[in-house]
């Protein structure tokens, strides 16, 4: 038994839920039950043959125009077209776009200003990839469809609603979505295929990027941490995992995973130490090198520039902000019922979560004698407290 939730227009606040019975032996009265019963509607249950059935009527549920949520693709159909990754585009030249269902024309395209490859070439250091990530701005906006949707972007409040999260940080949507040493993503390589790798976080990232040093070349001071710093997430060389590696033109795809069945990008495929699609040389995408790794840009180093840009067209999530709370040794310390009041209004106003911490410094606690007779003192966020 399947309870999907099918949310029928954006703005509604309830979800209709259809409950889908897979195989002969569903009871259907217990199917009934779990449907939505809402004054003047009347949502049914279906039964279905096999999984197989359930993934094509979720195909069709999801290619309807009205569904524009982010990070929703089609379930694979064997012998059948299906838009898996519809927010995959290919830069064809300069000023040519292609995505499934047609091109369009790029307007400009925005370079991060530090990007640089040839930051350290005074230090032997041929090309440097720091930064390689850029925003292609098209002349006329693209109509959502099941061939052409958005994935969801990490900080923002369509990812955190896709996580089903509130009031949620950035910094908790990286814990999320990225939560294991090795966490299981995926690429798009040049020949359309959807290839799985894991990124090698906290403790197995180190002998990840220790595979650069391969593509450093003597005599060079540049270190590591300096070749590869953390806006670099590494992916290959799993012990458990044969991963795929990319090849060159898979250059500036999403590194992306699945999380709740929405899919997330965490990165942008920036280089790799081996291209084994070139002839000559041994191993395959499949099948690479053991020292074959692969370098992708974090997007959640470069947020600041992502809302630079894309702030007037995606809401993100608020900044975390520290807030300073003072409280005096003396008997007439701030109430728990005060600070809670400058807490739910802070919430209310910013909707983030604010991180409080007890001031030691001996002059603020002593001025800290009422709550709100002295509210400027406990907070050092923007704008006057109500």
């Keep these: 038994m399947v309870a999907l939730p099918i949310i029928r227009n954006v703005v509604c606040l309830f979800a209709d839920v259809y409950v889908f019975g897979i195989g002969s032996k569903v009871k259907k009265d217990q199917l009934n039950s779990l449907a939505s019963k809402k004054r003047g509607e009347q949502h049914l249950s279906f039964v279905v043959k096999d999984y197989q059935i359930l993934g094509e009527v979720f195909n069709s549920i999801i290619s309807d125009k009205s569904v524009t949520m982010c990070g929703i693709a089609q379930e694979w159909e064997e012998y059948k077209t299906t838009l898996t990754r519809p927010w995959h585009v290919t830069v064809e030249t300069i000023n040519k776009v292609s995505l499934s269902e047609g091109r369009v024309v790029s307007e400009r395209v925005i370079m991060h200003p530090k990007y640089d490859t040839r930051a350290l ?25 099941w061939k052409a949707r958005p994935i969801c972007l990490p900080c923002t409040v369509a990812a955190s609603r896709a996580m089903k999260r509130v009031n949620s940080t950035c910094q908790e949507h990286r814990k999320e979505l990225l939560p294991h040493e090795e966490t299981a993503a995926f690429f798009i390589h040049k020949n359309d295929k959807i290839k799985q790798t894991h990124i090698q976080m906290e403790s197995k990232r180190p002998s990840c990027v220790e595979k650069a040093r391969q593509t450093l070349k003597d005599p060079t001071n540049v270190t590591l941490d300096e070749y590869i710093p953390d806006r670099f997430l590494c992916t290959g060389g799993s012990t458990a995992y044969e991963d795929p590696v990319t090849c060159k033109g898979d250059s500036g795809g999403s590194l992306y995973l699945q999380k709740r069945k929405r899919y997330f990008q965490v990165g942008v495929v920036s280089w790799g130490t081996t291209n084994v699609c070139d002839a000559g040389l ?36 608020p900044e975390n902000v520290e807030v300073k709370v003072v409280r005096s040794l003396s008997s007439n310390q701030p109430s728990e019922n005060c600070l809670n009041r400058i807490s739910d209004w802070l919430s209310l106003k910013f909707g983030t979560k604010w991180i409080w911490r007890i001031s030691e410094n001996p002059s603020e606690r002593a001025g800290a004698r009422k709550c709100f007779l002295s509210r400027k003192r406990f907070r050092s966020g923007p704008g006057p407290l109500p």
């Design 121 to 145: 070439k005074h230090r032997n250091v041929s090309e440097f990839y720091d930064y390689d990530v850029a925003l292609v701005q098209v002349t006329k906006s693209i109509p959502l469809s």
């Design 282 to 317: 041994r191993g395959t995408s499949d099948h690479p090198p053991p020292d074959a790794r692969d370098f992708h840009i974090d997007l959640f180093k470069i947020m600041p520039w992502l809302k630079q840009h894309l702030g007037k067209e995606i809401q993100f999530l």
